[in-house]
């Protein structure tokens, strides 16, 4: 089981998210992520990017790899989803397909931090992710 | 969770959150509200979020919440927290990424019925001269050492550039431009992002509205303002859009070892912070006042361009299409400032995030036409709804850090705002109310639905019952441009 859903917020965008790994968690997170933009991506282009991003621990790595596919996103007006993601200690790096945006209909400025934690449940990876909109 | 019952009411528009409601408080919550705008937060969680500020190392006096409070990420918006100087801390998470996202208001003596004719155009032009929404470029593309100028002088800037005049740069907080920004604090990424977007609105709950100014409830501070009842003035809500969001980013990140390396034990990781005389602090500094200046800038972009589009549409129409600076605000910023806190006077961090700066009569940081009012303080309401014009008062130097409210305040969240409202609909209501809209985005619009918001006026009553700021004008919306 995986997938993402919107919760309430007053003032900003709350995703809930879960896979049965931490790699789906990154996942369906960035998937959440485009779906609360609103991006309607074109036909995938050819060939995929890397996406490297560092941090000392599950959280860190989780914001700063979401960070960085904004930072793309914005520059290079592209959705981005990974298919494959690698961890290991400090680091992530996530093979992306990229297709151009057609539509977005929002702007996310930043993901935080706030009561950021990935909880380990029953072998399945579940969190909460706050963005600043 | 934060419960009515555990506040002391030190009077009908102010309350406290003892320090010892929690073990990890270093000073107590003071929050300016009615009972009944209290009613209203208590179940989202912004007064725990106050609380949760009150454990950063270095805090003086209390941390202070004004009444459009809400719950953020990390910090409450209409937080105030003060830091000793200079062994105090900063927190990048308590100015938010959206560093100097605030204010602009722009008056004239053009009556709203002469210019009913020409409304629809004018937004029509607003929209067209100022970049909105998702992904659009700029309109003053900035080469690298162009750029690092704008991060060092601000609406100064903006001033040689000749997108400014003299009064505008004068009537703007700290005078455009916050010294001791060091682009070289500043990340490749933030420049990157900063080059092409100065210029541009964003999306989200940015804004350029003109208003007809409904009410005039001081006169003298409304004419030292150049506020005439009837005429329309023009308000610019933006910030430092992707180049300031990259530098919270940036700090958020790395001040996540610095809060170990400093022994700092937080209980919201949204919050770390380094002391202010650390060399993460002071490089966080030099770069949030970078951005700070990027703000100042773009919205002196963005109050040419809307001189533009006034002279476009009613030169030679009507007798004046003048456009003269009131002043601009920032809401989120923190600024070295000095203040009397248990008589003592003494410099320290103002950390303000969706609040403003509300110094009263006589401070010297006030354009000399402002000394004897106070400074103006800009209260947008949400979209169709009031928004206020106020001045500080000498209980706001001795109350809030010289701090009041920002604008209406969020009381439903945006995807409730979204089931509950349909862009569309909503722009027929406000178009039938006589208000011109030219949105980017419907289910933007629909997340910005008055409905969303807490009454303004109710917010205003409340900062004026505090004596923290007195009320000037109220404002009305005739055209609202948004991304």
């Known amino acids: 089981m995986s997938g993402f859903e919107e919760l309430d917020h007053t003032a900003d965008w709350a995703l809930r998210v879960w896979a049965h790994d931490l790699e789906g968690l990154f996942i369906q997170a960035a998937a959440g992520m485009f779906a609360l933009m609103g991006v309607r991506p074109g036909e995938p282009l050819s060939g995929s990017r890397q996406i490297e991003a560092d941090g000392p621990d599950d959280e860190s790595l989780l914001v700063d790899f979401l960070a960085e596919l904004l930072l793309v996103n914005e520059a290079e007006q592209l959705a981005l989803a990974p298919t494959a993601v690698s961890l290991r200690p400090g680091r992530v790096s996530a093979v992306c397909t990229v297709a151009p945006v057609l539509e977005q209909e929002k702007e996310i400025k930043a993901v935080t931090y706030h009561g950021l934690e990935v909880l380990q449940r029953d072998g399945n990876f579940e969190t909460v992710i706050v963005f600043d909109v | 969770m934060v419960k009515i019952q555990d506040l002391k009411k030190i009077s009908d528009y102010e309350w406290e959150i003892p320090k010892a409601f929690r073990e990890d408080m270093r000073v107590p919550v003071r929050i300016f509200a009615t009972r009944r705008l209290l009613d209203q937060v208590v179940n989202d969680n912004s007064l725990e979020q106050a609380v949760n500020s009150a454990t950063l190392p270095g805090l003086v006096g209390y941390v202070m919440v004004m009444p459009d409070m809400h719950q953020g990420y990390g910090f409450p918006i209409g937080g105030v927290a003060a830091t000793r100087y200079p062994e105090g801390v900063v927190s990048p998470g308590a100015v938010g990424f959206d560093i100097n996202c605030g204010v602009r208001l722009l008056a004239s003596s053009i009556e709203r019925e002469a210019a009913e004719p020409y409304l629809d155009r004018l937004a029509t032009m607003i929209d067209a001269y100022c970049p909105s929404g998702v992904g659009k470029a700029g309109t003053v593309p900035l080469k690298e050492t162009e750029l690092e100028e704008v991060c060092r002088e601000g609406a100064r800037w903006a001033l040689k550039r000749g997108f400014a005049s003299e009064m505008d740069v004068r009537r703007t907080e700290e005078g455009g431009r916050l010294a001791g920004a060091d682009p070289a604090k500043v990340s490749q990424r933030a420049m ?133 600076q009131v ?157």
């Open chain 2, 192 to 324: 990157s992002r900063g080059k092409p977007q100065l210029g541009t609105l964003g999306a989200g709950n940015h804004f350029i509205e003109i208003d007809m100014v409904e009410q005039i409830f001081d006169a003298d501070a409304a004419g030292a303002m150049g506020l005439r009842e009837g005429c329309l003035v023009v308000q610019i809500h933006c910030g430092s859009r992707g180049f300031g969001h990259q530098v919270c980013t940036d700090y958020v990140k790395s001040f996540q070892t610095a809060v170990h390396k400093y022994g700092i034990k937080l209980p919201d990781r949204q919050l770390v912070c380094a002391p202010m005389d650390s060399p993460e602090g002071k490089d966080y500094l030099a770069a949030m006042r970078a951005a700070a200046n990027y703000a100042f800038a773009n919205r002196q972009v963005l109050a040419h361009h809307v001189r533009r589009a006034f002279e476009e549409v009613l030169a030679g129409q009507l007798d004046s299409f003048h456009l003269h």
């Open chain 2, 327 to 483: 002043y601009d605000i920032a809401h989120n910023m923190a600024k070295v400032e000095e203040h009397v806190i248990d008589g003592e006077k003494m410099k320290v961090c103002v950390h303000r995030k969706g609040a403003t700066r509300a110094f009263g009569p006589g401070s010297p940081d006030l354009p000399k036409e402002y000394k004897h009012i106070g400074q103006p303080v800009l209260v947008p309401g949400s979209m169709g709804t009031a928004s206020w014009v106020l001045v500080g008062t000498e209980t706001s130097m001795s109350h809030s850090f010289g701090s009041s409210c920002h604008g209406a305040g969020r009381m439903m969240s945006r995807s409730q705002a979204k089931r509950e409202v349909r862009g569309e609909a909503l722009r027929e209501e406000l178009e039938k109310g006589g208000v011109h809209v030219r949105a980017g985005s419907m289910a933007g619009l629909a997340e910005e639905a008055p409905s969303a918001y807490k009454d303004v006026d109710a917010v205003v009553e409340a900062v004026s019952g505090a004596e923290i700021a007195r009320k000037v004008a109220r404002l009305v919306p005739v055209a609202v441009v948004k991304g």
